[in-house]
């Protein structure tokens, strides 16, 4: 992740949830890339195994692993992207898409404000293996 210093908390609440969820999906996308990206192979199977993880019901899967570490202000923040995330989904259930796009919320947030936490809760995730 780029080292960037971290904004204040009240800066952050000011964000609405989806602009902390646009961060967080580029953030959460990139982390994906780098876990798969050795050993070195062909640029489609780098795709399929990234899409294969950053598709809204392994967010979702993602998410729930994670609910019993998470602290009262993260959880603040999930729910502030449960609740941003209104629109019809064509692919998935709408409450995947909700969970998937509180994932997302809740990794820009810590992008934004403690790094090294997301770094943590990020270790935490399970990925299939590259192949």
Same mark, same amino acid.
């Given at each position: 992740?780029?080292?960037?210093?971290?904004?204040? #908390?009240?800066?952050?609440?000011?964000?609405?949830?989806?602009?902390?969820?646009?961060?967080?999906?580029? #953030?959460?996308?990139? !982390?994906?890339?780098?876990?798969?990206?050795?050993?070195?192979?062909?640029?489609?199977?780098?795709? /399929?195994?990234?899409?294969?993880?950053?598709?809204? $019901?392994?967010?979702?899967?993602?998410?729930? /692993?994670?609910?019993?570490?998470?602290?009262?202000? +993260?959880?603040?923040? #999930?729910?502030?992207?449960?609740?941003?995330?209104?629109?019809?989904?064509?692919?998935?259930?709408?409450?995947? !898409?909700?969970?998937?796009?509180?994932? +997302?919320?809740?990794?820009?947030?810590? !992008?934004?404000?403690?790094?090294?936490?997301? #770094?943590?809760?990020?270790?935490?995730? $399970?990925?299939?293996?590259?192949?």
């Amino acid at each position: 992740m780029l080292p960037l210093a971290p904004l204040a #908390v009240m800066s952050i609440q000011q964000l609405p949830p989806a602009a902390l969820a646009y961060l967080g999906d580029a #953030v959460y996308e990139l !982390y994906v890339r780098r876990f798969y990206l050795l050993p070195p192979k062909r640029l489609q199977s780098y795709h /399929s195994q990234v899409v294969a993880q950053v598709r809204a $019901e392994r967010q979702a899967d993602h998410l729930r /692993s994670l609910m019993p570490s998470l602290t009262e202000t +993260e959880l603040e923040f #999930v729910k502030r992207g449960r609740n941003a995330a209104t629109g019809r989904p064509k692919r998935v259930d709408l409450s995947v !898409y909700q969970q998937a796009t509180s994932l +997302e919320t809740l990794i820009g947030y810590l !992008y934004l404000t403690n790094p090294q936490r997301l #770094v943590q809760l990020l270790a935490q995730l $399970e990925f299939d293996r590259p192949i």
